[in-house]
């Protein structure tokens, strides 16, 4: 229990940090199995590579797969084979990403760009848009040119000069690729609205607290027919971070037997929900859940619920990632 308080006081924090993806993304999260062969094989040499995994911006990217490969192997060279110290690599990429207000790319590049030696302090001085403090002299020579370059859309001789003496000609232009590279990378994360688990550029609370109105909320259609859902806080496919997300059950909808790989805390929210355990579907064999009611579905538990004669809503929260996974009669996952 104390770890559920936890997360959800997390979870409620971030309602007003998810407020702008609460629609979700544009594009929607290609499965390998729906693939072309032109996709297919773009995204085999992304996950093969030194990225390790199709993250980011290469959901949205895969529908033109061309783009992608041409995408994706100039974006392994400014990640992996740039010219410049990695700590300042990564700099400018922060740098990007915050003057796009680009939420994902500063989640995923942050702790990278401490990783490899950025100070805190001229971390959190760019995410709250001021000239860091403490940057040392090349820092301030790649921070002096990107913002120029972001804001200005040129450099003054001085500026050019301060890199060009540090890192050279390579240098210079591998500083404008990683702006350039990162500038396309934000923007269809932009578009796309794709979610990041924290909004770490938001700066600090100007409100007591964040509300996100019944109204507001835009349910879309689950994996089961008669079944809606919206998530309201958080990401569902972020490991280690908290979602809430809100199940609606129209009346006499049911979903087949399944598990879910995480635990999941459920708040009645409407009407009785009925939920029942195994592998073999039996709608007689239920337990009623009134509204109001609290319950606790544990991690890898095979169980089958809905609505009978009335309009079921749950609110539920846990730990992500997230999966529903459908089993056969026999409890196996099914294929």
Same mark, same amino acid.
């Given at each position: 229990? &104390? #770890? +559920?308080?936890?997360?959800?006081?997390?979870?409620?924090?971030?309602?007003?940090?998810?407020?702008?993806?609460?629609?979700?993304?544009?594009?929607?999260?290609?499965?390998?199995?729906?693939?072309?062969?032109? *996709? $297919?094989?773009?995204?085999?040499?992304?996950?093969?590579?030194?990225?390790?995994?199709?993250?980011?911006?290469?959901?949205?990217?895969? $529908?033109?797969? *061309?783009?992608?490969?041409?995408?994706?192997?100039?974006? !392994?060279?400014?990640?992996?084979?740039s010219s410049l110290p990695p700590r300042l690599?990564?700099?400018?990429?922060?740098?990007?990403? $915050?003057?796009?207000?680009?939420? +994902? !790319?500063? +989640?995923?590049?942050?702790?990278?760009a401490l990783k490899a030696g950025l100070a805190p302090g001229v971390a959190s001085d760019l995410a709250q848009r001021r000239r860091p403090a403490a940057m040392q002299d090349d820092e301030a020579a790649v921070y002096d040119f990107c913002t120029e370059l972001h804001e200005r859309k040129f450099v003054s001789d001085a500026t050019y000069k301060a890199v060009l003496e540090r890192f050279g000609e390579?240098?210079?232009?591998?500083?404008?690729?990683?702006?350039?590279?990162y500038t396309l990378v934000s923007m269809v994360l932009n578009v796309d609205r794709h979610p990041a688990p924290e909004n770490l550029l938001a700066g600090p609370p100007t409100q007591v607290m964040n509300?996100?109105? !019944?109204?507001?909320? &835009?349910?879309?259609?689950?994996? +089961?027919?008669?079944? *809606?859902? #919206?998530?309201?806080?958080?990401?569902?496919?972020?490991?280690? *971070?908290?979602?809430?997300?809100?199940?609606?059950?129209?009346p006499g909808t049911f979903s087949p037997p399944h598990f879910h790989p995480e635990t999941r805390y459920i708040v009645v929210l409407k009407g009785t929900w009925w939920v029942g355990s195994g592998p073999k579907w039996d709608k007689e064999n239920t337990t009623p859940v009134p509204a109001g009611s609290f319950v606790v579905h544990h991690a890898n538990q095979i169980h089958y619920d809905g609505a &009978?004669? !009335?309009e079921v809503v749950l609110q539920i929260m846990g730990i992500g990632p997230s999966a529903t996974i459908p089993v056969d009669e026999s409890g196996q996952p099914k294929r």
């Open positions: 229990m &104390k #770890a +559920y308080l936890g997360a959800l006081a997390a979870a409620l924090v971030s309602l007003g940090t998810t407020a702008l993806a609460q629609d979700g993304p544009r594009f929607r999260p290609l499965s390998v199995s729906e693939l072309n062969d032109a *996709q $297919r094989k773009v995204y085999e040499e992304i996950a093969g590579g030194p990225r390790g995994g199709v993250r980011g911006p290469f959901n949205a990217l895969l $529908r033109s797969p *061309q783009l992608t490969d041409r995408v994706q192997r100039m974006g !392994e060279y400014i990640r992996f084979n690599n990564e700099f400018a990429i922060l740098i990007t990403a $915050r003057h796009w207000s680009s939420q +994902y !790319e500063w +989640y995923a590049h942050h702790p990278l390579r240098g210079v232009v591998d500083l404008i690729g990683v702006s350039g590279y509300i996100v109105r !019944e109204a507001d909320i &835009k349910f879309q259609p689950a994996r +089961y027919p008669g079944i *809606q859902s #919206a998530v309201i806080s958080g990401n569902l496919t972020s490991p280690g *971070q908290p979602y809430v997300q809100r199940n609606k059950f129209s &009978k004669d !009335e």
